[in-house]
């Protein structure tokens, strides 16, 4: 019948249908006026990683964490899609938090940190690349050059301060959700996060396939130590960026079954649901 259905009906219809029911299952419902906005937001709910949940988690998160926000481009889906308590968003680059506390200074949901995240306090050098989206604490390989261009260019060096999660938050009684975007610098973050991964929930991180910055991490790094160091488990991931024909990074949410008590998508069989380790 579904076959059927979408055979004979208009393509907009079926793709309506589909949007406004990934949306539902990320816990937003469309008003009569944001019918004509569904593509726009569902495309929203994928590009923030609300559709890697299953129905009914991602409407329930009170606490969300954006490290490396940049400009904001992350925040502003979620909050296109989700009503978070208390959303924290942090950056170092001293001109997109300028951006930052534009977008969201009024919100009194929103705090914003101009800091850099790493395993310890101080100061660090970022290096700002000619996109700031590359922006990282460490060099950037010259030979990524040749998949992405001129923009990972290093265009200048700010020193910029530099504090650990455990010390940010310190004052959270849990992290519902932990986005991590800092390229190629996540094994430090995660080593200033030891107390902070105990109450959270979810962890939305980037995962790299390919070394895109000297010493910077890579999948098996942050797999090994959310799964293996925090108990975490994999339990879904975008499908990957490809630069040049080479499969570049993809987002992975990890699960903390200690807070987690049921991670079951019943859109499917019994026999096909994840086994807690």
């Given at each position: 019948?579904?076959?059927?259905?979408?055979?004979?009906?208009?393509?907009?219809?079926?793709?309506?249908?589909?949007?406004?029911?990934?949306?539902?299952?990320?816990?937003?419902?469309?008003?009569?006026?944001?019918?004509?906005?569904?593509?726009?937001?569902?495309i929203e709910a994928d590009m923030c990683g609300l559709t890697l949940f299953p129905p009914g988690h991602?409407?329930?998160?009170?606490?969300?964490?954006?490290?490396?926000?940049?400009?904001?481009?992350?925040?502003?889906?979620?909050?296109?899609?989700?009503?978070?308590?208390?959303?924290?968003?942090?950056?170092?680059i001293p001109d997109a938090f300028a951006v930052l506390q534009k977008t969201f200074g009024n919100n009194?949901?929103?705090?914003?940190?101009?800091?850099?995240?790493?395993?310890?306090?101080?100061?660090?050098?970022?290096?700002?690349?000619?996109?700031?989206?590359?922006?990282?604490?460490?060099?950037?390989?010259?030979?990524?050059?040749?998949?992405?261009?001129?923009?990972?260019?290093?265009?200048?060096?700010?020193?910029?301060?530099?504090?650990?999660?455990?010390?940010?938050?310190?004052?959270?009684?849990?992290?519902?959700?932990?986005?991590?975007?800092?390229?190629?610098?996540?094994?430090?973050?995660?080593?200033g996060a030891k107390q902070t991964l105990t109450k959270t929930k979810f962890v939305l991180i980037e995962?790299?396939?390919?070394?895109?910055?000297?010493?910077?991490?890579?999948?098996?790094?942050?797999?090994?130590?959310?799964?293996?160091?925090?108990?975490?488990?994999?339990?879904?991931?975008?499908?990957?960026?490809?630069?040049?024909?080479?499969?570049?990074?993809?987002?992975?949410?990890?699960?903390?079954?200690?807070?987690?008590?049921?991670?079951?998508?019943?859109?499917?069989?019994?026999?096909?649901?994840?086994?807690?380790?």
């Open positions: 019948m579904k076959r059927f259905l979408k055979f004979i009906l208009p393509n907009g219809l079926v793709d309506f249908i589909r949007d406004r029911r990934k949306l539902r299952e990320a816990g937003r419902k469309l008003s009569t006026a944001e019918i004509f906005s569904s593509r726009r937001l569902a991602a409407e329930n998160l009170r606490y969300v964490v954006d490290v490396g926000a940049n400009v904001g481009q992350w925040s502003g889906m979620l909050l296109n899609c989700i009503r978070p308590e208390k959303l924290i968003i942090v950056e170092p009194p949901a929103v705090d914003l940190h101009n800091a850099a995240i790493g395993e310890r306090e101080g100061v660090a050098k970022l290096k700002v690349t000619r996109h700031t989206t590359g922006a990282s604490l460490l060099q950037p390989r010259a030979e990524m050059r040749a998949l992405v261009g001129e923009n990972w260019e290093v265009a200048a060096e700010v020193e910029v301060q530099m504090t650990t999660l455990d010390r940010l938050l310190a004052f959270l009684p849990e992290v519902s959700l932990l986005k991590i975007d800092v390229q190629g610098y996540e094994k430090p973050v995660l080593a995962l790299n396939f390919m070394p895109q910055y000297d010493g910077g991490s890579w999948l098996g790094d942050i797999h090994e130590t959310l799964t293996r160091d925090s108990g975490f488990f994999l339990a879904n991931a975008t499908a990957p960026l490809v630069l040049n024909g080479r499969a570049s990074m993809c987002d992975g949410l990890y699960v903390n079954p200690n807070l987690v008590q049921e991670w079951i998508d019943h859109r499917f069989p019994t026999t096909c649901n994840p086994v807690k380790p």
